[in-house]
């Protein structure tokens, strides 16, 4: 080591790793298994989504409190953890192929169909975040038998939101409102799976929504899996929060936790507004922005094009949503819910189906740029 | 009565070391025993507990080896004789009194017992407790067999009444752990009158003055010294090497002379009395040859002591070549073996005492195949689940939190087996202490959280003054107090909370959560075997202010094992178990590393070692698979 | 001369209390007798080694110099193997429990326990006589583990040339165990006992 004294300075010229240094670095080179691609490509650049895909297939990961961690190192080299993260590019499956009778658009993805409608079941029109399409049509798949049970997002029990399991109607309603914060809801259904549960319906976001496509590519079990679902839908999304840090700063701000519910109105309100047991108080957007999950900057799935239907809400029109109805599953399941009452339909204004497609479009672009510059 | 209290003597018993110098002090009609538990001291005072079930004395375990030194002089300043024991670092503790105790002078016969342990075989350090012996100005005796040891310390308490102040004698592992035949003399009466006499006074005012007496009281055991048959020389006339040795390592000096054939070459300065120098005899045997080599443990305490006094006298005795530490001829620290004392010899000597042919043989063959094997708590441990959650708590924090470490079997979590979750262990309660520095770091941006754990012992012996400190400051501090009920590693001795003495008397318990609660401090207690629920616990105390306690509250499982029994016949069943595929990646074995859990090589799955295995049933919980069954023990 | 004796092993197996039998017998007897135990950290799991020097002549030190160990008993395989470059020579005589306690790092898959054949050819090849035998397995037949210990001082004193007899362990026993202990260790020293009297052609 040579060291020198400049202008009163000590200067100590570059001597090298430090021993811990030169061990730490030892580990990250030989780190080449499935696990540490996943940690190092995902997880270590922040850019996990906390979709929970991952989460429950193994003990290496868990979703705690609104987040997802690697809890130990796994030395296998193939997993598949890595095969099912919507994160990381994967060009060697064509994720599943779409009968030719869709429309498949570059914006919005195949569909048979887009409408909009809302709930007529007036206890979940109170709880429902606009029309209330989804606690509706889950609440119908599970009394017609059709699913079994639904994997949802719970309102977090002192935690973050988690993904838990409903089997009522019930159990539906305690589900029910948006959280925008990622909740890493496919852990519940990897647990479901692994107690031997079937005909599973699940809610989640486009993310989620990709990851099941993936899902029946995966390892060795994965057909089986994906079989064990049959009734996927998605909700729009233009991005989730980071719990953790989104709350602790909302508690920097007076905030007292639980939060009974959340809501971003649709433009040009530019507000994030929240309801707890002080009543209902509003956040600029720009002020939670700084919050949105960084790995979401990276999708290019506004309206989770991967699922049987798409739900989603419409500007200006507060008690309905959107519906993209994808597969001939949504759209059968969509008239039959009309047939029965459950939920009233309508055309989609022309108007709000551009501004659909526009706001897709951009997501795209901006998913695709941003994917550019990160990787 | 038999065995160690058996009043006559002339008798041969097989002794440890530790069990000799407690006879030894037995012999000299000892009544007053206190010490703390720590490797390799403790069985002195296990051994002295035992004897007090049929001889009238007193033995305790003290909180700590200050209070232990504390509570002995009493005793000596009521005229009657006392002992008090500990581990090197103990005499770190206790030596704020010590320094003045030495000023003070004492009355009946107190006698200090620090056991070291060279190449901290089970210790955080390596030290030599012999330079205290300098620092306070005591005597200092060195045995080297379990019979010098008790002859010895029966000798030290003559002596400490004599000069009127403590004695030190120094012990190491391979002392204190040796079990030879020992010659055991009959004991004398117990008659203790205890009574302080006011006319006296004991402390250390006129300072200088005081200090000038304990030279003098240093003088009288010098004298002494001269005489003592603790001292010998054995070897050649006129020697071509001089060995001073002392300690155990003497007796690997004597047999490496016979082995290399050099009795007739060499001579053997052995010294017991190795401060104050017997300066006189030193002389004597310092002018017999030119070339001195110093064989002794740790520091160069021997070494140092004799050269400065060789440069002293060098005009009477002439220039001398000293080897040992300072040149390199013996290894500057660790503990000294034949091997070690062999190597020197043989090089100075230019003897070849290696068979070259069998080492070249099969030493490349075991050094590639034998594996080390790794330090791991025991099957069963509750730490492997306090510290498997506290792993899960920390990395569901991701804030970069790490566990500040303290001393006891817990410390292995600085090891896989404690999977690697601590970062520092110094002193005992020093994890607190830590603890409450960082805890105070937040407002300089410091946000990484961290966890420190101390156990039960440790919390009483020294933790408690940082657990203030942080209450008092306002530290952000998150105590885990590893209860495991017993001073574990040393071998389960009672202290303050487990209700019991060292003399098996009941006392009431000292009541941890009670004590913190005083504090104002929050405690919690949770259950380690149930590692998720403790993860959440640990977890959410984590994102809060303030000091606070967690207990973790689980019986050793040593001693669970011998009281009880554990409720569970473990299993795997082997159709459920995933191996090494993905979704397990032997994750019980790889991760969790329970000795009772190995790899069935032929099924390639995991399997429970019966042999091993003691069927705490917490490795159930991490089996993704669920393939780890608890059954019920008829 | 001293009769070096090993006793080697892992924290757990009784190594501790095999060694103060020996030990203990030997001062009955009149003998000179040193033991040193070397153990670690952990009350289980780590290595233990005891060393046994017995003479009728002297007390040695506690340590048996390097390649000087007459008898090594090895109550772990692994344990007897990493003794052999520092104790051993090419006379040591090995009786040795065949049945591995596998190491954590092992257990881990970080490194990997030598084939237990190969550890009985290397201590075969040594040059001095060995004794083999699944002294667990004896244990556990008899009715627990933990009676290793005995089975393997039962071998002990069937050695030609060792200077204690099964009744000066018998002897020792009777003030170390429970009487209604006392019949079930005598029996494990019997076992190691026939052991070696059996293999001894």
Redesign the interface.
């Known amino acids: 080591m040579v060291s020198r004294v400049l202008r009163g300075r000590l200067l100590l010229d570059h001597i090298g790793p430090t021993y811990t240094e030169v061990l730490k670095r030892q580990m990250e080179s030989s780190a080449s298994g ?1 696990q540490d691609r996943l940690i190092n490509k995902v997880i270590d650049k922040g850019l996990c989504v906390a979709c929970g895909a991952c989460v429950g ?4 990961f ?1 979703y ?2 609104g ?1 997802v ?4 190192r ?3 080299d ?4 890595v095969e099912i993260c919507p994160l990381i590019d994967r060009g060697d499956i064509a994720l599943d192929k779409m009968t030719s009778d869709v429309m498949n658009t570059p914006e919005i993805g195949p569909y048979k169909k887009i409408i909009m409608a809302c709930s007529l079941d007036k206890e979940i029109n109170e709880k429902a975040q606009y029309g209330g399409v989804v606690s509706s049509l889950i609440t119908y798949a599970l009394g017609k038998d059709i699913i079994r049970s639904a994997i949802l997002t719970d309102a977090g029990d002192g935690y973050a939101p988690a993904g838990t399991v409903a089997r009522s109607r019930s159990d539906v309603i305690g589900c029910a409102g948006s959280r925008y914060t990622a909740s890493a809801g496919l852990e519940a259904l990897n647990m479901a799976i692994k107690t031997g549960e079937q005909k599973l319906g699940i809610v989640g976001l486009p993310c989620q929504m990709e990851a099941l496509t993936r899902m029946r590519h995966m ?1 060795s079990d994965g057909e089986n899996r994906a079989n064990s679902i049959v009734l996927k839908i998605g909700l729009f999304c233009t991005w989730a929060l980071d719990y953790r840090s989104l709350f602790a700063d909302l508690r920097n701000r007076g905030l007292r936790e639980p939060i009974l519910k959340c809501d971003i109105p649709p433009p040009p309100a530019g507000v994030f507004q929240i309801c707890t047991r002080d009543g209902w108080r509003e956040f600029p957007l720009n002020d939670i922005r700084p919050f949105i999950k960084k790995g979401c900057s990276l999708c290019q799935d506004m309206t989770a094009e991967w699922s049987d239907i798409s739900v989603g809400a419409i500007e200006g029109i507060d008690e309905w949503n959107t519906v993209v109805l994808r597969t001939d599953l949504g759209l059968r399941l969509m008239e039959q819910a009309t047939e029965d009452g459950v939920v009233k339909v309508d055309d989609l204004p022309k108007k709000n189906l551009m501004h659909l497609a526009e706001a897709s479009f951009n997501k795209k672009e901006r998913g695709r740029l941003t994917r550019g510059e990160i990787r | 009565m038999k065995g160690i209290s058996q009043r006559s003597g002339d008798i ?3 002794l440890q070391g530790n069990e000799a110098i407690a006879r030894g002090a037995l012999e000299a009609g000892v009544v007053f025993c206190a010490g703390y538990p720590g490797n390799p001291s403790s069985e002195i005072i296990e051994t002295l507990a035992e004897a007090a079930r049929d001889l009238p004395i007193y033995v305790e375990w003290s909180v700590n080896e200050k209070v232990a030194v504390e509570a002995a002089t009493a005793a000596s300043f009521t005229g009657c004789r006392a002992i008090v024991v500990m581990k090197q670092n103990g005499i770190n503790v206790a030596l704020d009194f010590l320094t003045n105790l030495t000023l003070s002078g004492t009355r009946a016969g107190l006698v200090l017992v620090t056991c070291d342990d060279p190449s901290g ?2 210790s955080t350090n390596e030290e030599d407790a012999r330079i205290f012996a300098r620092i306070i100005d005591a005597p200092l005796l060195e045995p080297t ?1 379990p ?1 010098e040891a008790l002859v010895m310390t029966t000798w030290a308490f003559e002596l400490s009444e004599k000069i009127e102040n403590i004695v030190m004698i120094r012990s190491v592992s ?2 204190s ?5 020992v010659l055991i003399n009959e004991l004398p009466s117990f008659d203790p009158r205890p009574h302080f006499d006011t006319g006296l006074s004991f402390h250390t005012f006129p300072v200088v003055a005081k200090h000038k007496m304990r030279h003098e009281k240093l003088d009288l055991a010098r004298v002494l010294f001269e005489k003592s048959s603790f001292n010998h020389y054995e070897g050649a006339v006129r020697p071509e090497l001089l060995i001073v040795s002392s300690g ?1 390592a003497w ?2 000096v ?3 002379v016979d ?1 290399l054939e050099l009795s007739d070459r060499v001579g053997t300065l052995k010294l017991g009395t190795t401060w104050p120098l017997p300066k006189g005899f030193l002389k004597k045997h310092l002018a017999k040859c030119d070339r001195v080599l110093f064989v002794e443990d740790v520091d160069p305490f021997l070494e140092d002591n004799v050269k400065s006094f060789g440069a002293d006298i060098c005009m009477e005795i002439g220039p001398k070549e000293y080897m040992g530490k300072a040149s390199g001829h013996t290894p500057s620290c660790g503990e000294q ?3 070690s004392i ?1 190597r020197v010899l043989g090089r100075l000597f230019s003897v070849d ?3 070259h ?3 070249d ?3 490349p ?3 590639d ?11 069963g441990c509750p730490h492997r689940g306090s510290y498997y959650a506290i ?2 708590a920390l ?2 924090d ?1 804030r970069d939190g790490f566990v500040s470490g303290d001393i006891g ?1 817990y ?2 979590g600085i090891w ?2 404690g999977f690697n979750q601590v970062k520092s262990v110094h002193a005992m309660g020093s994890g607190l202490g830590l603890a409450s520095g960082y805890g105070k770091l937040d407002r300089f941006g410091f946000h990484q959280p961290v966890v420190t754990v101390c156990g039960d012992s440790t919390f009483f012996h020294a933790a408690i003054p940082a657990l203030i400190n942080a209450k008092f400051n306002g530290a952000d501090v998150l105590l885990l107090i590893l209860d495991n009920s017993a001073t ?2 040393t071998g389960f001795q009672p202290h303050p909370g487990t209700g019991k003495t060292a003399m098996g008397t009941k006392t009431d318990p000292v009541d941890m959560e009670a004590l913190c609660r005083s504090l104002k401090v929050d405690v919690e207690v949770a259950d380690p075997y149930d590692m998720l629920s403790t993860a959440k616990i640990i ?1 959410r105390n984590m994102q809060q202010k303030g000091p606070r306690v967690l207990i973790l509250r689980r019986k050793c499982a ?1 001693v669970e094992g011998r009281e009880r029994g554990f409720p569970y016949k473990m299993r795997v069943d082997q159709d459920l178990c995933l191996g ?1 595929e ?6 019980c ?3 969790f ?3 009772g ?3 069935d090589k032929h099924a390639q799955k995991a399997k429970i ?1 019966g ?2 295995c003691v069927g705490c049933g917490i490795c159930s919980d ?1 089996c ?1 698979q669920r393939a780890i069954l608890r059954e019920e023990r008829e | 001369m001293a009769l070096n004796l090993i006793i080697t092993g ?1 924290g ?1 197996q009784g190594n501790v209390l095999a ?2 039998v020996v ?2 017998a ?2 009955k007897r ?18 233990v080694m005891s060393h046994i020097r017995l003479s009728r002549k002297r ?9 000087k160990a007459h008898i090594i008993i090895g109550l772990e395989p ?2 007897t ?2 003794v ?3 104790y ?3 006379e040591t005589t090995f009786v040795v429990n065949s ?1 591995p ?9 970080e ?4 084939d237990t054949e ?2 009985r050819s ?1 201590l075969e ?3 001095g006589k060995l004794y083999w035998l699944d002294a ?1 397995r004896l244990a ?1 037949d008899l009715g627990a ?1 933990i009676l290793l210990n005995m089975i393997m001082l039962g071998t002990l004193c069937a050695l030609p040339d060792f200077p204690l007899q099964m009744y000066d362990f018998k002897d020792v026993l009777v003030d170390m165990f429970p009487e209604s202990r006392l019949e079930l260790n005598y029996k494990a020293l019997e076992i190691g006992n026939e052991f070696i009297t059996e293999n001894e052609n």
């Open positions: 499935a297939l193994c003990p290496y868990h705690f409190d987040k961690l690697a809890m130990a796994c030395s296998r193939t997993g598949r953890c390892g | 041969h018993l097989l075989i089970s067999t019979q391979r002392l752990h040796t079990r030879t035949r155990c007796t690997y004597t047999e490496a082995i073996t034949p091997a062999l005492w290696q068979d042919a069998f080492m043989k099969v030493s063959i075991v050094k195949i034998a594996p080390p094997r790794e330090f791991g708590l025991c099957p792993k899960t990395a569901w991701d079997c410390t292995m896989p087996t574990a590693m977890y040593l090494e993905c979704g397990c990646d032997r994750y074995l790889r991760i590393r329970c000795p859990l190995v790899w070692d042999v091993i991490i993704p | 892992v757990g060694s103060q030990g203990k030997a001062v009149g003998l000179r007798v040193t033991i040193g135990e070397t153990f670690g950290l952990s009350q289980r799991g780590g290595p007390d040695y030190g506690p340590l048996i110099p390097p390649n692994l344990e193997i990493r052999l470059p520092e051993g020579n090419s049945w306690v596998y190491p954590l790092n092992v257990i881990a898959d490194v990997e326990y030598p190969r550890i290397i090849d040594a040059g667990t556990i583990p």
